[in-house]
């Protein structure tokens, strides 16, 4: 009997646990479904959230055939020219394989300051006002620059005989922001700023605009500096020995060009002694550091006087310069040094700078340069034509400047000498003559009193800057002057600006105001052999 009731509670036990054995595995079988569930719920969120990248991505790329193309309309102030250049990009663009996909509306506006410009504004043409080049027209209003006193020219476009101006006294190569028009073409988008900017230029001519006065090459020029005689009295009294005293006024004017350019006469000697009257030269050396204060980057050596104080004064002269880091044109060391081109490569801007004496200077009198002994480049036809025909092989501008024969007709007394404005004799025949070989600007740097100037065969020809610094403050017309600032870009003169000077009994330099600039400009055009 309890054989039989052991039995039956070892089935029992059996069972239970056979039991349990099933329930745990239906429990681990659900678990393991519901495991696979979630992993494919997962799996079909991510399909959907793929799906949606891929249909978003679809839907806005740029040249999606499922979108609406966009359409280009333009406002009435849009003038044919530009309406026409876009409709051109248009046809480009789309044989390119692009699509427009949103909607854009283009609009023209003219502004004479960039500040005026907004954020959906592409500038596609700056003009300058200009004046012939025979009129003395040096600044306008910004009233004046909205009538026919000025004509305005792309500044691309410009010629030699186009004479640029200033606005309100901006003038466009010095600032390029102001003192110009400015053309903008505005667009509006919801959307895609890079097409419609594309559309406008092409992808190409926008980058031509300058976007600072620094993309221009500007290089000044200037007429006689002979730092001696009474500036050195000058120098020892007022100035109180300060060397750059007498370019305080004018300082900040050339030191801001790329390059500038002088004509000394006068080399440097220990001990020079200040005087009145003397043809003999010298300069104190203190007074070169009016030559560093203007920033000085050319010195050009066609003067008569280099030598006055014997050859090794001149040599020391021209090695200070060079060790100052200054280059040398128009005379040098010795008589190959001296008859050297300068080539100068500026920001893309090749210029042959070509410079002689042609005056009363000889060999005999120790004034031009010879063999080994130091002095001013000499002028002869032959050197002159083959100079200028290597230069044009090179390529670039080339620029002339000739140390002539002075105008004598000084008169007694403190008066002004108006013949002396002129060409003097056979001066205006020399001076052409380099154009007809192919020169492109021909400059006179040995007047002490300023002369005329010349369109002549599409060239300009200056006949005499006068003098920058000087002593010479017997006579009005030998206080003034006149500084040439040429504008270069791409290899092109495009621009050259005249501003005239004056030197008071103090021996400082400084700019004239406009009416006595445009006056005395007038004078020089009333002079003027006019091309003929």
């Avoid at 003219?110 to 300058?128: F, G, P, Q, R, T």
């Avoid at 700023?193 to 992808?203: C, D, E, Q, R, S």
């Avoid at 000044?220 to 500036?231: E, P, S």
């Avoid at 002593?471 to 005239?500: A, E, V």
């Amino acid at each position: 009997m309890q054989g039989r009731r052991v039995e039956g509670n070892r089935e029992r036990r059996e069972a239970i646990y056979r039991e349990e054995l099933l329930r745990r595995a239906h429990e681990k079988s659900k678990k393991k479904k519901g495991g696979h569930g979630k992993l494919i719920a997962v799996l079909v969120v991510l399909i959907l959230i793929a799906g949606g990248v891929l249909g978003g991505v679809i839907l806005f790329k740029k040249n999606n055939p499922f979108m609406k193309p966009g359409e280009v309309s333009f406002d009435s102030s849009l003038s044919s020219e530009y309406k026409t250049i876009i409709e051109n990009n248009i046809e480009a663009w789309k044989n390119s394989g692009n699509k427009i996909n949103y909607d854009i509306t283009y609009s023209e506006k003219v502004v004479y300051s960039m500040s005026e410009a907004k954020e959906n504004d592409i500038l596609v043409k700056i003009e300058v006002p200009t004046v012939d080049f025979y009129d003395s027209e040096l600044n306008v209003t910004s009233a004046e620059s909205k009538t026919d006193v000025v004509s305005w020219v792309d500044y691309k476009k410009l010629t030699a005989e186009d004479r640029v101006v200033s606005i309100d006294n901006n003038y466009f190569f010095d600032s390029v922001e102001n003192g110009a028009k400015y053309t903008y073409i505005s667009y509006e988008t919801s959307s895609d700023k890079n097409t419609a900017i594309w559309l406008v230029g092409n992808g190409q001519s926008l980058d031509e605009l300058p976007a600072k006065a620094s993309d221009f090459l500007s290089f000044a020029q200037t007429g006689v500096t002979a730092l001696t005689r009474a500036m050195t009295i000058t120098l020892n009294g007022r100035a109180g020995g300060r060397g750059s005293y007498f370019a305080d006024n004018i300082k900040d004017f050339l030191a801001s060009k790329d390059l500038t350019h002088i004509s000394n006469e006068v080399s440097f000697i220990d001990g020079c002694k200040g005087s009145t009257g003397t043809m003999s030269l010298c300069a104190d050396w203190r007074a070169l550091d009016t030559i560093t204060a203007i920033g000085t980057d050319i010195v050009e050596l066609t003067g008569n006087h280099n030598n006055n104080y014997g050859t090794e004064a001149n040599i020391k002269t021209i090695e200070k310069y060079h060790e100052l880091g200054m280059k040398t044109v128009g005379g040098g060391i010795n008589e190959e040094e001296a008859a050297k081109v300068l080539e100068l490569d500026e920001k893309g801007n090749k210029i042959n700078f070509l410079a002689y004496n042609h005056s009363t200077s000889t060999v005999g009198n120790g004034e031009l340069a010879s063999g080994s002994r130091p002095g001013a480049n000499g002028y002869s036809e032959t050197k002159a034509k083959a100079d200028i025909k290597a230069a044009k092989e090179r390529g670039g501008i080339i620029i002339v400047d000739i140390q002539y024969s002075e105008c004598y007709s000084y008169p007694d007394g403190y008066v002004e000498m108006p013949s002396c404005d002129k060409p003097i004799s056979g001066q205006q025949a020399f001076f052409r003559q380099f154009i007809d070989w192919g020169a492109d600007v021909v400059i006179g740097t040995q007047a002490h009193h300023p002369q005329t100037f010349e369109y002549y065969e599409d060239k300009p020809i200056y006949y005499g800057l006068g003098n920058l610094f000087f002593d010479q403050t017997y006579w009005p017309g030998t206080q003034r002057g006149y500084i040439l600032t040429h504008y270069f870009k791409d290899g092109k003169l495009l621009n050259t600006r005249i501003s005239p000077t004056f030197y008071d009994e103090k021996h400082q330099v400084y700019l004239t105001d406009e009416a006595t600039s445009e006056k005395f400009i007038a004078r020089l055009i009333e002079s003027s052999p006019k091309g003929k």
